[in-house]
Structure formats: structure tokens, C-alpha cells
């Protein structure tokens, strides 16, 4: 990005830029750590991701908040009120990233009194890794403005849609095999399409990436695969 002849100016988007990395940071922390409570059945990690939503909340509010303010004070144009608008779109994606985080948390605490059943979450664990690798790669994307890395995560989301079908078909069948298990694995189901959508909200960052950087946009539509079962709904940005 260019320097401004009002440093005040750069400040700004660099404020901006700083708690697009915080909310990162904290998107990152709270997929990692709701899976890894859901495996353990562990509700102290699962009331943490919980607890650490509204921070994210509180700073998606900032961002608008500024970026409006921005584009009021300086009317930005070209490559700057592109960076501003994507600041915007990325920190709504973050945003929902943490509320699918908080998702599984919850249903982590309605499930820490039930039996563990450890080879129904070996999927779901494997989902969450992926899914945190593309999460990853995506906001160093942004830091580092770049599209190839962008492109990287767009194209590599069908992976993560293949394994939840996988995790989709897996679960069935534990359902089958002992009804008992169909609470547990109805709850499981929910917490494999969440973080699926986590891939999905990667995958809008590195169209904004792309869009950033050069002013265009990626295909409208890329490979799809997953089945159909959701807390959120699908966005079709």
C-alpha cells in the first residue's frame, strides 16, 4: 500500500489493518479450541470459546464504525477504499467464524455429560485441522497481500467439503448401529457443517484478498460438494 501525504491518514488504515489481525488472532484461537474441547468433551475449554465472542463482536462494531468514518473523512478512492471495504467484509467473515466457534462450544456443554465416543469425532477432529490451516493461510494472505496464496485457499475448499461428507456418512452409521448414539451423533453432524462453513468464510476472505489486490473477482462460482445441515445459513456473497 502507497504512503499518504497525510500520515494520519496511513494511520488509519493501519488501525484498521491491526484489528482485522486481532480478530484473526481471535477467530483462529477459538476454532482451534472448540474442536479441541468437542473431542475432550471438556467444558471449561468449551465455556472459554464462549466467553471470548464478544470481544470478537466488539471489534467487528470498531471496524464498521471506522471505516465508515474513514470513507466520510478522506473518500478514499482506487486501491484505498478497496482496503477499507475489504476490512469491512473480512471482519464480518471473522465475525461469523467465531459465532460457528461458539456454536460447537455450546453444544460441547449440552454433550459433557454424555458417554464419549472417540472414533465418532476422529473426522470431526481432521475437519477442524484442515479448517484451521485454511484459516491460517488465508489471513496471511491479507497480511502479505497475497493473491496466489488467496487463490490457493479458494481452490482447496472442496477438500474440506469432502471430508464432511465423509464425517456425514460415518455418523449415520454410528446411528444405526445403536440408537443411543443418535443424540450424540445429531449433535456431532451440527458441529462437522459449522466448520465446513469455517472454510466457506475462508474462501469469501480470498475472494476479498483477490479483490483487493487487483480490483477483480474471482469466479462467481467455485466447486462445491457437503451436505445440507447447518446452524447458519449459507451466504451467497
Known amino acids: 500500500m502507497t504512503d499518504h501525504t497525510v500520515k494520519s491518514y496511513d494511520l488509519d488504515l493501519t488501525q484498521l489493518r491491526r484489528k482485522i489481525a486481532e480478530m484473526g488472532g481471535i477467530a483462529e484461537k477459538m476454532l482451534s479450541d472448540s474442536v479441541d474441547g468437542l473431542v475432550a468433551l471438556d467444558r471449561k475449554i468449551a465455556t472459554t470459546v464462549v466467553n471470548s465472542d464478544p470481544r470478537l463482536d466488539q471489534l467487528l462494531r470498531e471496524i464498521e464504525e471506522e471505516a465508515v468514518l474513514l470513507i466520510a473523512r478522506r473518500q478514499p478512492m482506487a486501491v484505498d477504499l478497496r482496503e477499507v471495504i475489504a476490512a469491512m467484509r473480512i471482519s464480518s467473515d471473522l465475525e461469523r467464524v467465531g459465532d460457528l466457534a461458539k456454536n460447537i462450544a455450546r453444544r460441547t456443554i449440552k454433550l459433557a455429560s454424555e458417554q464419549r465416543m472417540p472414533r465418532a469425532t476422529v473426522g470431526i477432529r481432521h475437519m477442524g485441522e484442515?479448517?484451521?490451516?485454511?484459516?491460517?493461510?488465508?489471513?496471511?494472505?491479507?497480511?502479505?497481500?497475497?493473491?496466489?496464496?488467496?487463490?490457493?485457499?479458494?481452490?482447496?475448499?472442496?477438500?474440506?467439503?469432502?471430508?464432511?461428507?465423509?464425517?456425514?456418512?460415518?455418523?449415520l452409521t454410528f446411528m444405526m448401529e445403536d440408537p443411543r448414539n443418535i443424540t450424540f451423533c445429531t449433535h456431532l453432524l451440527f458441529c462437522a457443517k459449522n466448520i465446513e462453513r469455517v472454510g466457506d468464510h475462508a474462501t469469501n476472505i480470498a475472494e476479498t484478498i483477490y479483490y483487493l489486490v487487483t480490483g477483480g473477482n474471482l469466479p462467481v462460482d467455485r466447486p462445491k460438494g457437503g451436505t445440507e445441515l447447518s446452524d447458519e445459513p449459507r451466504s451467497n456473497r
Open 130 to 171: 484442515i479448517a484451521a490451516v485454511h484459516l491460517k493461510d488465508v489471513l496471511d494472505a491479507y497480511v502479505q497481500q497475497d493473491i496466489e496464496k488467496a487463490k490457493a485457499v479458494w481452490a482447496t475448499d472442496t477438500e474440506l467439503d469432502a471430508l464432511e461428507d465423509s464425517v456425514f456418512r460415518d455418523l
